[in-house]
């Protein structure tokens, strides 16, 4: 039984942060790399960074850089999204994904 847990999602300012977090268990299968992806109201979902758990590369998309960063905790199935300076933009319902696992999502508001 996979299960994958986010937290860390509420109510921001713009020009705020907030700091995600996905703890990942029950996996039987190794696996190379955890991936935040996030789908706004009547949009598609869009990757927004992964990070490989094997040697902790990292990828993000363009709309993110310099602004969010992913990470992993000491435990290697617990993975951080640090978001700063968020944007109206950066509303979205944000999920956690491994293989074909979702986590249930955390809403992300960014308003004033």
């Known amino acids: 039984q996979v299960q994958l847990v986010e937290s860390g999602g509420g109510l921001v300012q713009p020009g705020g942060s907030l700091r995600l977090f996905c703890a990942a268990s029950g996996f039987t299968l190794d696996y190379y790399a955890i991936g935040w992806f996030r789908q706004a109201p009547g949009k598609e979902r869009e990757g927004v960074s992964c990070i490989s758990i094997r040697d902790g590369s990292t990828y993000y998309a363009d709309s993110v850089k310099g602004r969010f960063t992913i990470s992993r905790a000491n435990a290697r199935n617990t993975v951080y999204l640090q978001m700063n300076s968020l944007k109206p933009e950066d509303t979205a319902v944000y999920y956690c994904?491994?293989?074909?696992?979702w986590g249930q999502g955390t809403q992300v508001t960014v308003s004033s």
């Open positions: 994904k491994v293989f074909t696992y």
